[in-house]
Nanobody
């Protein structure tokens, strides 16, 4: 059984930064893509970013390109999401996800991921 535990969320102001972390249990972390989704109040859950198993490939949704950076430390079984220049539209619950493969060709689809964390709240005030 794989467990994903997110941390690092909080309440910040527009323009601030946060770094989310996701610690994964299990021995397969380094062989799977890892990603982040988010769900804003009253909206559907959406893809944010994904990183390949080796960390060499990344993909972002357009609205966060240039502001968010996904990274991973396979020695620590941890994936990160550095979020800079935060905006109120970034307010959401952020979920860490594990990919089915080393790289997800269909990066934005939820069925490409098999384990989900419980989420961490990020609130950006204007």
């Amino acid at each position: 059984q794989v467990q994903l535990v997110e941390s690092g969320g909080g309440l910040v102001q527009t323009g601030d930064s946060l770094r989310l972390s996701c610690a994964a249990s299990g021995r397969t972390f380094s062989t799977k893509a890892m990603g982040w989704f988010r769900q804003a109040p009253g909206k559907e859950r959406e893809f944010v970013a994904v990183i390949s198993a080796a960390g060499s490939l990344t993909c972002y949704t357009d609205s966060v390109k240039g502001r968010f950076t996904i990274s991973r430390d396979n020695a620590k079984n941890t994936v990160y999401l550095q979020m800079n220049n935060l905006k109120p539209v970034d307010t959401a619950v952020y979920y860490c996800v594990r990919g089915l493969l080393a790289w997800n060709s269909g990066v934005g689809t939820e069925d490409g991921y098999d384990y989900w964390g419980q989420g961490t709240q990020v609130t950006v005030s204007s």
